[in-house]
Each structure stands twice: as C-alpha cells, then as structure tokens.
T-cell receptor, first 117, second 116 residues
Framework: AQTVTQSQPEMSVQEAETVTLSCTYDTSESNYYLFWYKQPPSRQMILVIRQEAYKQQNATENRFSVNFQKAAKSFSLKISDSQLGDTAMYFCAFMPRRKTSYDKVIFGPGTSLSVIP | NAGVTQTPKFRVLKTGQSMTLLCAQD?????MYWYRQDPGMGLRLIHYSVGEGTTAKGEVPDGYNVSRLKKQNFLLGLESAAPSQTSVYFC???????????????FGDGTRLSIL
C-alpha cells in the first residue's frame, strides 16, 4: 500500500526567507504523480505544484520548487521569498499514473506553515 | 467560473439525524470524489465516482452513501449521523484519463459538519 509521510507537523519562517517542507512516500509503482496542495485558513485546497515521476527535471512554479529524489522517494517543497499569504497547511500527495482507469490520491497528514512578519 | 460548489458550508446535526451534502461541478468532469479531513490525518477518500450512475467505495466508506444521478452532481448522505462523523468534508472533481488526464483534482470549499 502506498503511504505519504510528512515528518514536520508545524514549521515557521520569517517573511522573505526560504523554507523547505519535507515529504517522503512509499510505493512499488514506477510511474506516478506527486503533488503539493496548499490549504490556507479559508479552507480552500489549492494545487501548488505537480511532478510526474518519469520527468527528471524538478518542477517549479514561481517561488515554489520541488526537490524530487525518486530513488530516495523524497519530494520536498521549497518556498522562496516567503510571504504572509503563504501561511497555510501544506499537503503532499501521491497518485499512481493510470492511462485508462482510476486510482486514488494518497494525502500526507500535512505541515502547518506560519510566515512571521 | 463556479468550479466545484458544495452546499451547505456549515451544519450542526444531532446524533441519529440524517442529511445530504451536495456537490456540483460545471467543468464536465467525469470523476468526482468525497473526502473527509480530520486533524493530523490529511484527506481520506470516502467514496468516488468515475461517471454518471457509478459509485465506488474509498478508504473510509462506512456510515456514508453516495449517488451520482447526474454527471454534474455528486451527493453524500449520512443516514444516521454519529459524533465520529464530525469533520470537514471536501468534494473534488477531475477529468478522466479518457478525457486527457485525471489530474489535477479541483476541490470545493468544504463543509464543516458537527454532530452533537
């Protein structure tokens, strides 16, 4: 069974600094997606960044980037130039890649990030 | 753009009462999902649907029922609410692999449900 682990329940960072959130996962699949979702106090679930396992290049979206280490089954999220609006719960998620059928997304327990002014 | 709309946003029930949560999406997505979110546990899949008229059990289906009579709607029912069902419920939808890709999932804003 696939599992997703986020070992940091809470983190804080000074505004404008850089922070890295950790995520590890366990799977026997060779092709899959990995995601980071952001959930601000408004409770919305917002997709931050997505990585496909067969792509070696790390995904980036503006101030957000990932460090994808497939052999180590690690998928960390780096937030550069942290802003107050980055304060949120961050969820790492995993999904096997299927071309014709459904498979479920596995979410980690989340990391609560606070950006301090 | 409405996206995924959940109603109601908040609800308080007494133990044993029943209710239905409604999810509607306007993106022509084939797949729809119901999750519950509890502290320290992330999101757990309750039920999902891969198309109109079809439903399937997820990770934590007990105590819930679902229906997908129309493609755009996915209903989650609690027949006899229990305090253990106090949670935040999220609906999500996505395309199917046949429509291109079933990622990403688009989420509604959630329903906070308290069972007393």
């Amino acid at each position: 069974a696939q599992t997703v682990t986020q070992s940091q329940p809470e983190m804080s960072v000074q505004e404008a600094e850089t922070v890295t959130l950790s995520c590890t996962y366990d799977t026997s699949e060779s092709n899959y997606y990995l995601f980071w979702y952001k959930q601000p106090p408004s409770r919305q679930m917002i997709l931050v960044i997505r990585q496909e396992a067969y792509k070696q290049q790390n995904a980036t979206e503006n101030r957000f980037s990932v460090n994808f280490q497939k052999a180590a089954k690690s998928f960390s999220l780096k937030i550069s130039d942290s802003q107050l609006g980055d304060t949120a719960m961050y969820f790492c998620a995993f999904m096997p890649r299927r071309k014709t059928s459904y498979d479920k997304v596995i979410f980690g327990p989340g990391t609560s990030l606070s950006v301090i002014p | 753009n409405a996206g995924v709309t959940q109603t109601p946003k908040f609800r308080v029930l007494k133990t044993g009462q029943s209710m239905t949560l409604l999810c509607a999406q306007d993106m022509n997505h084939e797949y729809m999902y119901w999750y519950r979110q509890d502290p320290g546990m992330g999101l757990r899949l309750i039920h999902y649907s891969v198309g109109e008229g079809t439903t399937a059990k997820g990770e934590v289906p007990d105590g819930y029922n679902v229906s997908r009579l129309k493609k755009q709607n996915f209903l989650l029912g609690l027949e006899s609410a229990a305090p253990s069902q106090t949670s935040v419920y999220f609906c999500a939808s996505s395309y199917s692999p046949g429509q291109g890709s079933n990622q990403p999932q688009h989420f509604g804003d959630g329903t906070r449900l308290s069972i007393l």
